[in-house]
Antibody, heavy 121, light 112 residues
């Protein structure tokens, strides 16, 4: 059974940088769009970014210009570099796999367990 | 007007059935909608996707107790034979080139 595992979360000061990673096991990420979705404390789910199977990035307005998503199919791995972090970026970040292969616009059928990011001084 | 509107909370008794509603904004009634379950611990869980024609695809291992339907702009997630482990937050979601990926505000389901 396939699964996704996030890593890289932690405590960072406002204005700082953090890189989150998402590793897949039990299946290949190649051909699938992959996304980051976050949940701030006491809030709902919020889409953050998506990378297409060919490496094109899509970003929510709230993070555009501050995040860079990337993938390495040979390592079965995806990551996002988060720059100029703000207090409001504090959340648990989940990676998710898009349902259908080679589709970008689709729902997410597999989720990781999440990694917590805290931005505070 | 939000893209997806959900009631903040719902409750039903153990063994009963409950319908959770998700309303698409006017003009978006032909969009597909997916449902995800989020328990307090762990990541979300994909339940199902309901297409504009009413066809659906369920996630792996999702019991038959969970079903989805739609009527116009209204999407419904029905959970029958409620169990204690069904107590969770339920999110509907839609997506498009113009909208990107959008979640409803979520419904907190309490099993009495």
């Amino acid at each position: 059974e396939g699964q996704l595992l996030e890593s890289g979360g932690g405590l960072v000061h406002p204005g700082g940088t953090l890189r989150l990673s998402c590793a897949a096991s039990g299946f290949t990420l190649s051909g699938y769009a992959l996304s980051w979705v976050r949940q701030a404390p006491g809030k709902g789910l919020e889409w953050v970014a998506t990378i297409s199977p060919t490496g094109r990035g899509y970003y929510a307005e709230s993070v555009k210009g501050r995040l860079a998503i990337s993938r390495d199919n040979s390592k079965n791995w995806m990551s996002v570099e988060m720059n100029s972090l703000r207090v409001e970026d504090t959340a648990v970040y989940y990676c998710a796999k898009v349902l259908e292969r080679w589709l970008v616009q689709d729902t997410f059928d597999m989720w990781g367990q999440g990694t917590a990011v805290t931005v505070a001084s | 007007q939000s893209v997806l509107t959900q009631s903040p909370s719902a409750s039903a008794s153990l063994g009963a059935s409950v319908n959770l509603t998700c309303t698409l904004r006017s003009g978006l009634t032909n969009y597909a909608v997916a449902w995800h379950q989020k328990r307090p611990e762990g990541g979300p869980r994909f339940l199902m996707k309901v297409n504009s024609d009413g066809s659906h695809r369920k996630g792996d291992g999702i019991p038959d107790r969970f079903s989805g339907s739609r009527s116009g702009a209204e999407h419904y997630l029905t959970i029958s034979g409620l169990q204690s482990e069904d107590e969770a937050d339920y999110y509907c979601q839609t997506w498009s080139v113009d909208l990107s990926w959008v979640f409803g505000g979520g419904t907190k389901l309490t099993v009495l």
